[in-house]
């Protein structure tokens, strides 16, 4: 079921059928009948709230087009890594060592400079990770 309402649009009476669920939201909202109405017809683009406009127009002329960004702002550039000499030398001191171990069937393969070695045992494949832990905050 909907509630029908007449207006005045272009110099002409217009009726339109609103949605019962838009009064129901209005009520939620605290809203008067009337509020709702107004809220609704602006939301449909019949009539031009002052103040939904002056907005717009400020948030154009700042060039904002989604909330929190900026039009025309930078993209953050992705960051540099340092090389880390200590986890090379690990990673290379482990490569080296499981290539000396018999049963390591295929591999081992530094699939990370800094970070991962890959290796196969059998028919079982298995992955080493190395990380490096943060220092506590203070």
């Given at each position: 079921m909907s509630f029908k309402y007449t207006?005045?649009?272009n110099g002409k009476d217009k009726t339109i059928s609103i949605p019962d669920e838009v009064l129901t939201q209005g009520r939620k909202e605290k809203l008067t009948t009337?509020?709702?109405?107004?809220?609704?017809?602006?939301?449909?683009?019949?009539?031009?709230d002052e103040t939904v406009a002056e907005l717009t127009a400020k948030a154009k002329a700042n060039k904002v087009n989604t909330?929190?960004?900026?039009?025309?702002?930078?993209?953050?550039?992705?960051?540099?890594?340092?090389?880390?000499?200590?986890?090379?030398?690990?990673?290379?001191?482990?490569?080296?060592?499981?290539?000396d171990l018999n049963e390591i069937t295929a591999g081992p393969q530094v699939?990370?400079?800094?970070?991962?070695?890959?290796?196969?045992?059998?028919?079982d494949d298995y992955e080493l990770t190395l990380s490096k832990k943060r220092k506590p905050k203070k």
């Open positions: 207006f005045t649009y009337q509020e709702t109405i107004d809220r609704y017809l602006s939301d449909e683009g019949y009539i031009v909330a929190g960004h900026v039009q025309g702002e930078k993209k953050r550039k992705p960051p540099t890594r340092k090389p880390d000499q200590t986890k090379r030398d690990l990673i290379s001191k482990l490569n080296a060592f499981l290539a699939t990370n400079i800094e970070r991962m070695i890959a290796f196969s045992i059998g028919e």
